[in-house]
């Protein structure tokens, strides 16, 4: 199962970048590219534990369905969000947020796994784990710009 590790510094307080990492509207900012939104549960505002959200987005040439629910939360430590419905056979993103001296350190640790057997193997080898993480990686600079400025007021207020 493909697993994707990643770090990130955030000069902010790691309450702002916890509820900002869960932030509907935010999420929808940073995914303009993919015209993603929701749908269904869960629309705007922060998501909280067993809450769901259906995202509808256009992910490799297709509109997708995707639906998440809050499994785990311990504010302002970390949250779990688990794929109940959607293209993976299992998908399971872990947020972790460590307070440090000057700001607050996000961790993200997502697993995934696409169903087609062998012929998945292979898509999640040669493409799928790099768009994921680039998507990621996108989506965390975005937050970082947020809470790192005045813009979280306008998420978060």
Do not use: C
Request: proline share 3%; aromatic share 12%; no cysteine.
């Amino acid at each position: 199962m493909p697993r994707i590790h990643l770090t990130t510094f955030i000069a902010a307080p790691i309450e702002r970048v916890f509820d900002l990492s869960r932030s509907i509207n935010l999420h929808q900012i940073s995914t303009v590219s993919t015209h993603e939104k929701a749908i269904d549960g869960v629309m705007s505002g922060l998501i909280n534990k067993n809450e769901t959200v259906t995202w509808q987005a256009k992910h490799l040439f297709k509109t997708r369905l995707f639906t998440a629910k809050i499994t785990e939360m311990h504010r302002p430590d970390f949250f779990i969000d688990e794929m109940i419905k959607g293209d993976f056979k299992s998908f399971y993103h872990e947020h972790h947020f460590k307070a440090a001296t000057n700001g607050t350190i996000m961790i993200d640790l997502l697993n995934f796994e696409t169903p087609y057997g062998s012929f998945g193997k292979l898509v999640n080898t040669v493409f799928l784990r790099s768009y994921l993480e680039k998507f990621l990686i996108k989506r965390n600079g975005v937050i970082k710009e947020y809470a790192e400025t005045q813009k979280w007021k306008a998420i978060l207020n």
